[in-house]
């Protein structure tokens, strides 16, 4: 699995430099939605924007299913369960600390797909609200 999703990382390299592939979306896009506060852009909903995409149709029905896995796996460990992690540590110092005043701050990453870290404390009973860039806090 590992010198499979080597070279088709390498692959989507290879085209990228050569054009004939491009991500859909670019990091200014990112930003623009991110500072607008529309965590609900495509953009953020995207579950695989946050890995590599492995899937393709082009590949033969063996491989296909390599890249399931890989995809299936980096989403759980990298994506879900650090989520989960961070979301806990958050819910966690503000529980040891009813009376104290947090600010916290995540990438981005944080906040796209589905699980996020929003979606944990969400599930908590929190609510979470978006700060629009050049607010007062």
């Known amino acids: 699995q590992v010198v499979f999703a080597l070279n ?3 692959l989507q390299q290879e085209s990228l430099r050569a054009g004939s592939f491009q991500i859909p979306y670019t990091t200014e896009d990112l930003i623009k939605h991110y500072n607008c506060g529309d965590l609900s852009s495509i953009i953020f909903n ?3 924007s946050q890995v590599p995409n492995f899937i393709n ?3 033969p029905a063996h491989e296909r299913i390599t ?4 995809d299936s796996y980096f989403r759980q460990e990298l994506i879900y369960k650090r989520n989960e992690r961070m979301g806990r540590r958050v819910k ?6 009813p009376n104290k005043s947090f ?3 995540f990438g981005a990453g944080h906040f796209m797909g589905n699980n996020t870290v929003i979606d944990v404390l969400r ?3 929190y609510k979470v609200e978006h700060t629009p860039a050049g607010q007062a806090i």
């Open 92 to 97: 966690d110092l503000l529980e040891e600390h």
């Open 8 to 10: 088709q990382t390498l």
């Open 123 to 125: 599930r908590e009973g």
């Open 103 to 105: 600010f916290f701050a």
């Open 67 to 70: 890249a399931q896995e890989i």
């Open 46 to 48: 995207h579950d695989t």
């Open 57 to 59: 149709a082009t590949l």
